[in-house]
């Protein structure tokens, strides 16, 4: 039998909209200090580090090379993945398996106040011979997403804005979160057309923000920790990045990614197995999309499940009890070390209101963003 | 199979720059819009607020003592947060430097023409632990002058002009 591994601290500095009072280097000095008190170690005791980052948001070039210091992690093996922090956790995890170290630490970060030009950034990563040329907005992808998923699935406009409103109110009572706020559907719905049917109010408003996380292997885990909460499965994929020949309606990168997760915990059932799920919802259709790319909804049915009230922290399956990107915000890179933060103090009873009852499973799942087709999911059990 | 000079020739399609420039191959430019504003943090902030007084500050871990410049709020090696900040002096000693022929857009300089070479240097500051420098240019010195443990001194940009910017210096230029 294959060893056991589990997170056994975590540490975050919350999220903002704006954090002008410190650098990246301290937001992450202190998502790691909180980590590795947590889990009662030092960087001395650490066998190697995993970073998260992406040159064009970070704004320098071979920006992995500035993550060491604010680790602990200086002449220490280290190396950063250019994806989302589920990732670099993946990464992580086979260190252990594969019997490099016993201790491993993943970071990501998030300084999203500080790009100026983002639009243009994610324009930057279209197709420069026959993408670029056309000037599309990088929304126009969403929208002609979610357009399509509303096509073939039959969601209505009004269950997709009540992932806003869900979302938005569960992040007024986190603590973590930035951009919680009490809206009404109407408000959803009459908010500024963006792509069509894309409106404002379906996109997640930015966030700043650090999370490290110590995993450790079964024994060590055990010594260090007394809520161990062990990674089940894990899987990533990504689709074609053709804008012309992937699957507009269905987020199949999710699907396949979620289906590595599920045979490496056993997983036969999703939405039995599974108690509740952390996912990426950057545009509000993106959770409805996910919840039935990933199983625990049939197609078309995430919609009508919402519309019910079957997501919300009281109902059936709650979905992004935290508010997700939309009510957190959009930590790009991070969105990943976000969903796993959240599921992991849901699975060790630390959400204060936001605390659902008798959980012991949890999905956290995430989406590199436009213009990608790249997705990730872990499965975690306390 | 070996690949030829012969091989390649009939292969590969020739182009030049005119050509492209001309439009008679599909190009495409695009000049990416790359903006930041980085959070400096208290460290780096406070740094360069005193490279616009004409100070140059560091800060001290009280764990390994060292002096460390730039300031950092946490010490990377000994991970505790900084103690005292400490001013550090202006002057300091050549560790590493580059006579440089090139530009940073790596544009040969005319040197023979009389354009003066890049002088660029790793200055260890005095009062800064050992290992603790600033990256800066050397001038008023003949660049073939320059020599490992050269003592220098910073010359200051006047105040009105300062920005709270490491170009506060102008450049570092011998001392006796
Ligand atoms: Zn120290």
Redesign the interface.
């Known amino acids: 039998m294959s060893k056991r591994v589990a997170i056994v601290g975590i540490g975050t500095t919350g999220f903002r909209a704006t954090?002008?009072?410190?650098?990246?280097?301290?937001l992450t000095?202190e998502a790691a200090t909180k980590a590795y008190l947590e889990a009662g170690i030092?960087?001395k005791d650490v066998d190697a580090f995993v970073a998260t980052s992406e040159d064009?948001l970070e704004?320098y070039s071979i920006a992995d090379e500035y993550c060491?210091?604010?680790l602990?992690a200086?002449l220490k093996p280290i190396y950063s993945i250019t994806g989302d922090v589920i990732h670099s956790l993946a990464s992580a995890y086979m260190m252990i398996l594969s019997g490099i170290g016993n201790i491993m630490v993943v970071q990501g970060l998030s300084?999203a106040?500080?790009?100026?030009?983002l639009s243009?950034?994610v324009t930057?990563a279209m197709d420069?011979?026959y993408n670029?040329?056309l000037k599309e907005s990088p929304h126009a992808v969403a929208g002609m997403e979610m357009a399509r998923y509303m096509y073939e699935t039959g969601t209505t406009r009004e269950q997709i804005a009540k992932v806003v409103v869900k979302n938005k109110r569960n992040a007024l009572t986190n603590d973590l979160a930035a951009h919680g706020v009490l809206i009404d559907l109407d408000y959803v719905l009459n908010s500024e057309v963006v792509s069509y049917p894309l409106t404002q109010m379906d996109i997640s408003p930015h966030s700043d923000g650090a999370v490290v996380m110590v995993l450790a292997e079964e024994e060590t885990a055990k010594a260090l920790s007394k809520k161990p909460i062990w990674i089940r499965g894990i899987g990533w994929c990504s689709d074609t990045p053709g804008l012309e020949t992937r699957n507009w309606g269905e987020a199949i990168y999710a699907q396949m990614a979620a289906d590595m997760a599920y045979k490496m915990a056993g997983i036969r059932y999703p939405r039995k197995e599974i108690n509740f799920a952390e996912i990426n919802d950057e545009f509000s259709y993106k959770e409805l999309q996910h919840l039935e790319a990933m199983r625990i909804c049939k197609k078309g049915e995430a919609g009508p499940l919402t519309e019910i009230g079957g997501t919300e922290i009281g109902g059936e399956f709650p979905v992004n009890p935290s508010g997700g990107c939309l009510g957190v915000g959009n930590l790009f890179e991070l969105n990943g070390g976000h969903t796993v933060l959240e599921v992991v103090r849901q699975l060790r009873g630390e959400t204060g209101k936001n605390q659902l009852k008798n959980v012991t499973t949890g999905l956290a799942q995430s989406w590199r963003g436009v213009p990608t087709t790249t997705g990730t999911v872990a499965i975690l059990s306390n | 199979m070996e690949l030829t000079e012969k091989m390649v020739a009939n292969s590969a399609t020739k182009l030049s720059a005119e050509e492209i420039l001309e439009g008679k191959v599909l190009s495409v430019k695009w000049e990416p819009k790359l903006k930041y504003a980085w959070d400096n943090g208290p460290a780096i902030g406070r740094y360069l607020a005193e490279l616009k007084n004409g100070k140059i500050i560091g800060k001290k871990c009280d764990k390994c003592h060292r002096i460390m410049i730039p300031p950092r709020m946490f010490c990377e090696l000994c991970w505790v947060p900084t103690g005292e900040w400490v001013y550090v002096k202006d002057t300091g000693i050549v560790n590493t430097w580059i006579i440089g022929h090139v530009d940073w857009k790596a544009k040969r300089l005319d040197i023979k023409g009389g354009v003066r070479p890049i002088t660029l240097s790793i200055i260890e500051i005095d009062g800064a632990s050992k290992g603790m420098g600033i990256l800066h240019h050397l001038g008023e010195v003949d660049p073939w002058k320059i020599h490992r443990g050269m003592k220098v001194k910073a010359v200051w940009k006047p105040p009105e002009e300062r920005t709270g910017s490491i170009t506060d210096i102008k450049y570092f230029k011998p001392i006796k």
């Open positions: 954090t002008p009072d410190v650098s990246y280097r301290e000095y030092e960087p064009f704004g060491p210091d604010q602990g200086v300084k106040s500080n790009m100026l030009t243009d950034m930057f420069p011979i670029r040329p």
